[in-house]
C-alpha cells in the first residue's frame, strides 16, 4: 500500500507519537507515584505499600481501578460544568507540551510496507518551542483556580487563590532564568539549545549556575510540591484547590502535578543539562558512552531531577505564605535580574565569554562549599567539647 509522504510525515506519525506520550505519561505518573511512597519510606524509616505485586510495585495498578470505580461527588451548589471541565484544563496543558520536548536526536529505522523513516524522537521542533511551552504551561493554572471557585467551597478558592498568587510570583524569576539560556544559546528552539551546547563543548548549567537554581526552584513552587505546596495544605485547608474533588476527576489533578514536574524536569535537562547528549560529548576518551542511546541519557537525568523532588518532600517543611511571596518577589526577582546582566555581558564575548563565566561560578560555588562546610564542622565540634567547670562558673 503507497502511503504518500506528506500523509505519513504530516499525520500518521505525529498521531502516533501523540498516543505513545499520552499513554507513556499515565503510566509513567503511576509509576512515580509507587516510586515517591517507596522513597518516602525509606527517608522516614518505615514502610510503605508492599502489599500489591512485589514490594507492592502494583499498588498504582490497584489504585488506577480504584479510583475508576469510585462514586465521582459533586456539592450541590457548585457550578457542575466548570467543576467537571477544570481537571481536564489542567491535565490538557500538561501533556500538550510533550509535543516540543525533544527526548532524543533523529533515528532512522525501517517500518515493513512503508520503507525506510527518519524521525525525531519529538512530535515538532518548532522555532519558538521554549516559548510555547511558557505559553500552554501557564493555562494550566487556570483550571487550579476555576477548581477553586467552581466548588463553591471557602478552603477549595483559597487554594486557588493562592496557587494564582503563586504562579505569578515565581513566574518571572523563571522566565529571566529560561531568557539566559536564550541569550546563550540565541535560539528559541529546544532543539537548536541542545545543539549549541554540543557546538560550545560545554553544558548550560555551568555558565548559568544562577539561572539553573533560579528556574528549578520556580518550577518547584509552580509545579505546587513541597515546600511550596500551600494551594493543597492540609493543615490548614482540608485539601485545597481539590477538597471537593474524588474519583477519577480527583486523580486528573495528579496527573496534571507529575506532568508538570516531568515537564520541569525535561525543560531542565534540555536548558542547563545538554538534553539527550551523554556527559563530555566532545571527550573522545568517553566515546563508549555512545553506546547507550540519547533517549536513555535523557530520561537518566528526568528522573534524578524526579529524585530532587521527593527528596524535598520528604526533608524540608512547608513554607508560610508570607514566607513564599517574600522569597519569590526579595529574594529571586532580585538575584534573576543580576543573573541576566551578568549573562547577557558574558555572552557578548561568545563561547570564550561564557567559558570564563562557568569557571568564575563553578569556583566559586566550590569555595562556598568549603567555607559553609568547615564553620558547620567547627560549630559542631565546639558544641561537642565538654564544658569546664571554669567555663560553668564564668
Not at 547507550?292 to 528526568?302: D, E, H, M, N
Request: charge should be positive; aromatic fraction near 12%.
Amino acid at each position: 500500500m503507497e502511503i504518500s509522504p506528506s500523509l505519513l510525515n504530516n499525520v500518521l506519525i505525529p498521531i502516533v507519537k501523540a498516543l505513545v506520550i499520552v499513554n507513556v505519561m499515565a503510566v509513567m505518573s503511576g509509576v512515580l507515584t509507587i516510586i515517591e511512597r517507596r522513597s518516602l519510606a525509606f527517608l522516614q524509616v518505615r514502610k510503605g505499600p508492599n502489599r500489591v505485586g512485589w514490594e507492592g510495585s502494583l499498588q498504582w495498578v490497584a489504585d488506577t481501578v480504584k479510583l475508576l470505580f469510585k462514586e465521582d461527588v459533586v456539592p450541590e451548589k457548585a457550578e457542575h460544568l466548570i467543576h467537571y471541565l477544570a481537571p481536564v484544563l489542567v491535565v490538557v496543558p500538561a501533556l500538550t507540551v510533550f509535543a516540543v520536548i525533544p527526548w532524543g536526536p533523529e533515528m532512522t529505522f525501517r517500518v515493513p510496507g512503508i520503507g525506510k523513516i527518519t524521525t525525531g524522537a519529538y512530535a515538532t521542533d518548532l522555532n519558538v518551542g521554549l516559548l510555547f511551552i511558557l505559553a500552554v504551561t501557564s493555562i494550566g493554572i487556570y483550571g487550579i483556580i476555576l477548581a477553586g471557585w467552581a466548588s463553591n467551597s471557602k478552603y477549595a478558592l483559597l487554594g486557588g487563590l493562592r496557587s494564582a498568587a503563586q504562579l505569578i510570583s515565581y513566574e518571572v524569576p523563571m522566565g529571566f532564568a529560561v531568557v539566559s539560556v536564550i541569550l546563550m544559546s540565541r535560539s528559541l528552539s529546544l532543539v537548536e539549545i541542545i545543539e549549541a551546547q554540543r557546538r560550545m563543548h560545554l553544558w548550560f548549567v555551568f555558565p548559568g549556575l544562577l539561572a539553573f537554581f533560579l528556574y528549578f526552584l520556580s518550577g518547584v513552587a509552580e509545579t505546587n510540591r513541597v515546600p511550596f505546596d500551600l494551594p493543597e495544605a492540609e493543615s490548614e485547608l482540608v485539601a485545597g484547590f481539590h477538597t471537593e474533588y474524588s474519583g477519577i476527576k480527583w486523580s486528573f489533578f495528579f496527573l496534571g502535578e507529575y506532568a508538570n514536574m516531568v515537564t520541569v524536569s525535561a525543560i531542565a535537562t534540555t536548558l542547563f543539562f545538554g538534553g539527550w547528549l551523554r556527559p563530555f560529548p566532545n571527550v573522545a576518551a568517553l566515546s563508549f558512552l555512545d553506546l547507550i542511546p540519547g533517549i536513555v541519557w535523557f530520561l537518566a537525568k528526568i528522573f534524578v531531577f524526579m529524585l530532587v523532588y521527593i527528596w524535598f518532600r520528604g526533608t524540608f517543611p512547608r513554607y508560610r505564605f508570607d514566607q513564599l511571596m517574600d522569597l519569590g518577589w526579595k529574594t529571586l526577582i532580585p538575584l534573576a535580574l543580576v543573573n541576566l546582566v551578568v549573562i547577557a555581558i558574558a555572552a557578548l564575548g561568545g563561547t570564550r565569554g561564557l567559558q570564563i563565566l562557568a569557571w568564575i561560578l563553578c569556583g566559586g560555588f566550590a569555595l562556598a562549599v568549603v567555607v559553609v562546610t568547615r564553620t558547620r564542622s567547627r560549630k559542631a565540634a565546639r558544641a561537642a567539647r565538654p564544658v569546664t567547670p571554669v567555663e560553668v562558673r564564668a
